[in-house]
């Protein structure tokens, strides 16, 4: 196993406190959000952090899963309401919600699957994050909730990416009164993939990173392009495109290692091309 490399990516502006990490190590970049103090809040330079790393890692071969965490007591709390009230400008609020949906939209274009490692509370733009990145694995201690509404401010972006996780109805429930959910509320939900004892959260981030990183780096990016795109289209128009795609899958080099290895029963090895 390789050392991991860390990676200061942003300071706050004028100090040397860093608010975006990157740690790399066995094809796993694990971003981790670095303003406990804050809540992780999603300041301007935030956003502007993590989408400078995205768009790297958009271009990064050699990085086959990405993991979202967060330090301290809260993934990751939402927009950074105090930053908010300092410019209150409809235009400038225009520009901000414009970056805060970039950034998310770039997270689904990524080639590699995002896993959020969720610790702590995860609140409006937070449970945003969540619900936007691949997969999620969250501590038993981990609570979720889009409350917004609750400061007068209704999760209008949010609601894009948890309408598009979870049953209408209960999405709906959620944006409407910002209560709160636990961590099997939200497995139960779908909003998560696992929920693991605080104690054993890293392991088990690892072992469905692990996962992912098995298999063939070619076809999962495939496949995660394709998945998303077919969403947003009708049944037909969906098996369409899919099929067209698996066509195309089958003439990977991947695609005949792995099928002549399955035949031979061997262990694959992958090109990644």
Not at 58 to 80: P, Q
């Given at each position: 196993m390789s050392a991991p490399a860390a990676t200061t990516v942003a300071t706050v502006p004028g100090t040397e406190e860093p608010i975006l990490l990157r740690e790399d190590r066995d094809g796993i970049a694990t971003l981790t959000l670095n303003r406990p103090k804050q809540y992780n809040a999603l300041s301007e330079a935030m956003l502007a952090a993590l989408q400078g790393e995205l768009d790297a890692l958009a271009e990064d071969r050699e990085t086959r899963v990405v993991v979202m965490a967060g330090i301290g007591k809260a993934f990751c709390a939402g927009h950074d309401l105090k930053q908010m009230r300092s410019k209150p400008d409809q235009a400038y609020y225009e520009r901000l919600f414009g970056q805060c949906s970039r950034m998310m939209q770039s997270l689904v274009a990524l080639p590699q699957p995002v896993i959020a490692r969720v610790q702590g509370i995860a609140t409006a733009a937070g449970c945003q994050l969540v619900a936007t990145c691949d997969m999620a694995v969250a501590s038993s201690e981990a609570r979720f909730a889009?409350?917004?509404?609750?400061?007068?401010?209704?999760?209008?972006?949010?609601?894009?990416?948890?309408?598009?996780n979870l049953g209408r109805k209960r999405a709906f429930e959620m944006l409407f009164t910002g209560d709160f959910i636990d961590a099997e509320t939200a497995l139960e939900l779908g909003l998560i993939n696992r929920v693991a004892t605080p104690e054993a959260l890293d392991?088990?981030?690892?072992?469905?990173?692990?996962?992912?990183?098995?298999?063939?780096?070619?076809?999962?990016?495939?496949?995660?392009?394709?998945?998303?795109?077919q969403l947003e289209m009708g049944l037909e128009e969906a098996y369409?495109?899919?099929?067209?795609?698996?066509a195309c899958n089958m003439m990977f080099a991947d695609a005949a290692e792995g099928i002549d290895a399955f035949i031979e029963k061997r262990k694959p090895t992958w090109t990644h091309s």
């Amino acid at each position: 196993m390789s050392a991991p490399a860390a990676t200061t990516v942003a300071t706050v502006p004028g100090t040397e406190e860093p608010i975006l990490l990157r740690e790399d190590r066995d094809g796993i970049a694990t971003l981790t959000l670095n303003r406990p103090k804050q809540y992780n809040a999603l300041s301007e330079a935030m956003l502007a952090a993590l989408q400078g790393e995205l768009d790297a890692l958009a271009e990064d071969r050699e990085t086959r899963v990405v993991v979202m965490a967060g330090i301290g007591k809260a993934f990751c709390a939402g927009h950074d309401l105090k930053q908010m009230r300092s410019k209150p400008d409809q235009a400038y609020y225009e520009r901000l919600f414009g970056q805060c949906s970039r950034m998310m939209q770039s997270l689904v274009a990524l080639p590699q699957p995002v896993i959020a490692r969720v610790q702590g509370i995860a609140t409006a733009a937070g449970c945003q994050l969540v619900a936007t990145c691949d997969m999620a694995v969250a501590s038993s201690e981990a609570r979720f909730a889009t409350s917004g509404i609750g400061v007068g401010l209704f999760c209008m972006t949010p609601g894009v990416a948890l309408s598009r996780n979870l049953g209408r109805k209960r999405a709906f429930e959620m944006l409407f009164t910002g209560d709160f959910i636990d961590a099997e509320t939200a497995l139960e939900l779908g909003l998560i993939n696992r929920v693991a004892t605080p104690e054993a959260l890293d392991e088990a981030v690892a072992a469905l990173a692990e996962r992912v990183v098995s298999k063939s780096g070619a076809a999962i990016a495939a496949g995660k392009r394709v998945f998303y795109r077919q969403l947003e289209m009708g049944l037909e128009e969906a098996y369409a495109y899919a099929a067209k795609e698996m066509a195309c899958n089958m003439m990977f080099a991947d695609a005949a290692e792995g099928i002549d290895a399955f035949i031979e029963k061997r262990k694959p090895t992958w090109t990644h091309s």
